[in-house]
């Protein structure tokens, strides 16, 4: 038996019956899923930007850098990836979060999936946390 990573790309296009088996059918881990899909686009989109700036300085790749003044690129970039992952959290995507990104059409499904099944996963364990303890585990 072949093993098969869980994902939740498809969750917005499911019908509620098939959203209600994803959450049952993955409740143990879903937890983790949430949290794993989140640090991917948290990634994807830092990363996207990361290249896209660089290809539009027209760097070679290698960084040589050239400064008059102060400056914290390690503070810099934590702050950068902390303003990523708040946009991504709140929902708030605007075009400081996206711009720079190779398809924030698709960054904003990502989000919205990623807002849909936190919301659901939430609601489905407020349910769970209702049943007797030994209905619970059958």
Same mark, same amino acid.
């Not at 088996?21 to 143990?28: C, I, K, P, S, V």
């Not at 881990?29 to 686009?41: F, Q, S």
């Not at 290249?51 to 914290?72: H, I, K, P, Y």
């Not at 075009?95 to 989000?111: A, Q």
């Given at each position: @038996?072949?093993?098969?990573?869980?994902?939740?790309?498809?969750?917005?296009?499911?019908?509620?019956?098939?959203?209600?088996?994803?959450? *049952?059918?993955?409740?143990?881990?879903?937890?983790?899923?949430?949290?794993?899909?989140?640090?991917?686009?948290?990634?994807?989109?830092?990363? @996207? /930007?990361?290249?896209?700036?660089?290809?539009?300085?027209?760097?070679?790749?290698?960084?040589?850098?050239?400064? @008059? =003044?102060?400056?914290?690129?390690?503070?810099?970039?934590?702050?950068?990836?902390?303003?990523?992952?708040?946009?991504?959290?709140? =929902?708030?995507?605007?075009?400081?979060?996206?711009?720079?990104?190779?398809?924030?059409?698709?960054?904003? /499904?990502?989000?919205?999936? *990623?807002?849909?099944?936190?919301?659901?996963?939430?609601?489905?364990?407020?349910?769970?946390?209702?049943?007797?303890? /030994?209905?619970? /585990?059958?």
């Amino acid at each position: @038996m072949e093993s098969e990573a869980i994902s939740i790309d498809e969750y917005l296009d499911s019908d509620a019956e098939q959203r209600f088996d994803f959450l *049952y059918e993955n409740y143990a881990v879903l937890k983790a899923i949430i949290k794993d899909y989140r640090e991917d686009i948290i990634t994807d989109v830092i990363e @996207m /930007k990361s290249f896209n700036r660089r290809a539009a300085n027209g760097e070679l790749g290698v960084r040589v850098q050239v400064s @008059m =003044g102060t400056s914290n690129p390690t503070l810099n970039k934590a702050i950068n990836n902390i303003t990523i992952a708040k946009a991504v959290d709140e =929902g708030y995507l605007d075009e400081d979060c996206f711009g720079d990104t190779d398809n924030p059409d698709d960054l904003v /499904k990502r989000v919205t999936i *990623y807002h849909r099944v936190s919301i659901d996963y939430q609601f489905f364990q407020s349910k769970m946390a209702t049943l007797n303890p /030994k209905d619970e /585990k059958s």
